[in-house]
C-alpha cells in the first residue's frame, strides 16, 4: 500500500471516530411537548395560540376526542389554577376562557369564516371554571358566557343556586336570569325578588333594580 493511500485511509478513519464520538457524547434530543402543552405554553407566554380553536371545532379535519378534551382541560386548568396575578397571567386566564366560550360556539378563528363544528365539551369546562376559579372575576366571565351557550331548563335552574349563594357570582346569576335570559329567566327572578330567600347583599340590590325596571 503505497503512503499516500495509508495516510488516506488513517484520516478517514479517524474522522469516522470523532464523528461516532460527536454522537455519542452529546446530550439527546428533548422530546417535543404534546400539542396540548405547547398550546397551553403559548397562551400563558404570548397571550394566544392560532391552533386550539381549529383542533376543537374540527375546522381542518376530523379530529381525536382525546386531543381536544386534552386541549380544553390544559385550558380550564389555566383558568382556575392560582397563579402569579401580574397582567401576563391575567390575560391567560381570560384567553383560555374566551377559547372554550368560541369553541363552544363553533367559532374556528381562521380567515374566510372558515365553519367548525361546536365543541361539545365547552359548558362542562365553563361550568368547572365558574364553581372552581381561584378568581372571581374569571367565575364571572365564565358564569355569562356558559348562559349564553346553554339554553336548557337546567340551565336557569343553575343560575337559580347561584343566585342563592353568596358573594359576587351572586349578583352575576341574577342579573342574567332577569336581563339575558328571557320570560323564563325573568320569571326565576321575579320568584327570587317576591319570596325574599336571596340573601347577598349585591343580589338583592339587582333583584331590587330589575323589580322597578319590570314592575314586579
Do not use: C
Not at 367559532?107 to 372552581?132: C, F, H, K, M, Q
Not at 327570587?192 to 325596571?213: P, W
Amino acid at each position: 500500500m503505497s503512503a499516500s493511500r495509508l495516510q488516506i485511509g488513517v484520516l478517514a478513519w479517524i474522522g469516522f471516530a470523532i464523528h461516532a464520538d460527536a454522537q455519542a457524547s452529546s446530550p439527546p434530543a428533548a422530546p417535543q411537548l404534546p400539542i396540548a402543552a405547547q398550546i397551553a405554553r403559548s397562551v400563558r407566554t404570548s397571550g394566544n395560540d392560532g391552533r386550539a380553536l381549529p383542533i376543537l371545532t374540527q375546522a381542518r379535519r376530523s379530529e381525536r376526542r382525546a386531543l381536544m378534551d386534552e386541549i380544553a382541560d390544559t385550558l380550564t386548568a389555566i383558568a382556575i389554577n392560582p397563579s402569579v396575578n401580574d397582567l401576563a397571567n391575567a390575560r391567560a386566564r381570560s384567553v383560555a376562557i374566551g377559547i372554550l366560550f368560541q369553541s363552544g360556539k363553533g367559532n374556528t378563528g381562521l380567515a374566510d369564516d372558515v365553519p367548525g363544528t361546536p365543541y361539545s365539551g365547552a359548558t362542562s369546562r365553563l361550568r368547572r371554571i365558574v364553581e372552581l376559579s381561584s378568581y372571581v372575576e374569571n367565575r364571572q366571565v365564565a358564569l355569562k358566557r356558559l348562559a349564553s351557550l346553554d339554553h336548557s331548563s337546567a340551565m336557569l335552574g343553575y343560575l337559580r343556586q347561584l343566585a342563592l349563594s353568596s358573594g359576587r357570582i351572586a349578583g352575576t346569576a341574577v342579573a342574567i336570569l332577569a336581563d339575558d335570559k328571557g320570560a323564563g329567566g325573568r320569571a326565576i327572578a321575579r320568584e327570587l325578588y317576591v319570596s325574599g330567600v336571596v340573601t347577598d347583599a349585591t343580589a338583592k340590590r339587582f333583584l331590587s333594580t330589575r323589580a322597578n325596571k319590570y314592575g314586579w
